[in-house]
């Protein structure tokens, strides 16, 4: 597709059931980052992506997160026994390259709103 | 970990006023990024700085980067409502690993007809 593609939009989940959140990077995008963000506030990174090699998830906030792109392009954010804390959208970003200086700018998805009951 | 604060947090203004956002590093700046966001859509990108004393315009939306004050600024001129939305700046927070950018906690801009 044109752009960073997330399913579902919307979730509604109960508190301790696990829920599982998909991203469709832009193709051929190396780079692919997801962040939370609650009401309110910006954007916190979650997990960084380089191809299949999780590079970074010092973002996560506990073992109940967990994120994997087996095959260096969708990606999955799966959140086990969700709690109220959880709820916040979700968003993917993919990127062309990677290196120490961005310069090419990072896509958003739309984001997935996931809200715990 | 670098922090980026926006000021104002909210504002409001009345249809084709100027007003001026303004994001502040608490560390060298990379990279700067503007994004514009709609209440429950995802980022839109608007403009990424890169170098000290770079400005760009998109339509109506001017931004600057001041890298020796580690600060850039998003000017919009003559505010229509369709500026209103989330204006969150991001900078690129350089390591061995990646290119994750860090977010302010955004600017909310209501523009009034």
């Known amino acids: 597709g044109a752009g960073v593609s997330q399913s579902p939009r919307y979730k509604v989940a109960k508190r301790g059931q696990d829920v599982a959140l998909r991203c469709d990077p832009i193709?051929?995008?190396?780079?692919l980052f997801w962040y939370q963000q609650a009401l309110g506030q910006g954007p916190e990174f979650l997990t960084y992506?380089?191809?299949?090699?999780?590079?970074?998830k010092s973002g996560l906030p506990s073992d109940r997160f967990f994120a994997e792109r087996p095959e260096g392009s969708v990606s999955t954010l799966k959140i086990q026994r969700t709690q109220q804390e959880d709820s916040a959208v979700y968003l993917c970003?993919?990127?062309?390259?990677?290196?120490?200086?961005?310069?090419?700018?990072?896509?958003f998805g739309q984001g997935t709103r996931l809200t715990v009951v | 970990s670098q922090e980026l604060e926006q000021s104002p947090q909210s504002l409001i203004v009345q249809e084709g006023k100027n007003l001026t956002i303004n994001c502040t590093s608490s560390?060298?700046?990379?990279?700067l990024y503007w994004y514009k966001q709609k209440y429950g859509e995802g980022l839109i990108f608007l403009m990424m700085?890169?170098?000290?004393?770079e400005e760009k315009s998109h339509e109506k939306i001017t931004a600057k980067l001041d890298e020796k004050k580690q600060q850039s600024s998003l000017h919009i001129t003559a505010s229509q409502p369709s500026h209103a939305g989330i204006y969150l700046c991001?900078?690129?927070?350089?390591?061995?690993?990646?290119?994750?950018?860090?977010f302010g906690g955004g600017t909310r801009l209501m523009v009034k007809p």
């Open positions: 560390k060298t700046l990379y990279g």
């Open positions: 193709s051929g995008h190396v780079s």
């Open positions: 970003a993919s990127s062309l390259r990677t290196g120490r200086i961005l310069n090419t700018e990072a896509f």
């Open positions: 992506f380089q191809n299949e090699a999780q590079l970074d």
């Open positions: 700085l890169q170098k000290g004393g």
């Open positions: 991001g900078a690129v927070a350089a390591n061995n690993a990646g290119n994750m950018l860090t």
